[in-house]
């Protein structure tokens, strides 16, 4: 999976989105549909796919929660951090640290 189909893919998901639960019927991958059009996250192709019902009321996630609680999420890791003395744990907490700020960055790009 290439770097701009998982870009397009979440940039979907973060417009309304869905993941199909049917696998590409080319390849296999991953797909999100919107507007009855099926990406697949693996190989790419886009296609209309009038099999996969789509929700009439479709609810779009609000990125300012989403946002709200990753950056909570972010500061509880600071502070668990600043407890851990554990050199291991203090690696891991700091990986989620690296990962959410990755994932904030693109929250505050989308809204």
């Known amino acids: 999976m290439s770097k701009d189909l998982a870009k397009r893919a979440v940039e979907m998901l973060l417009k309304g989105a869905t993941l199909v639960s049917d696998p590409c019927p080319y390849c296999k991958g991953v797909r999100v549909i919107k507007d ?23 609810k ?28 291991e744990k203090q690696q891991q907490i700091l990986k989620s640290i690296s990962e959410l700020t990755d994932i904030i960055d693109k929250l505050k790009k989308v809204r």
């Open 36 to 58: 009855g059009h099926a990406l697949c996250v693996n190989c790419g192709r886009v296609a209309k796919d009038e099999n996969i019902p789509v929700k009439i009321e479709e």
């Open 60 to 87: 779009k996630p609000d990125v300012n929660i989403a946002l709200t609680k990753f950056e909570q999420k972010l500061q509880d890791l600071a502070k668990e951090l600043e407890q851990e003395k554990d050199h």
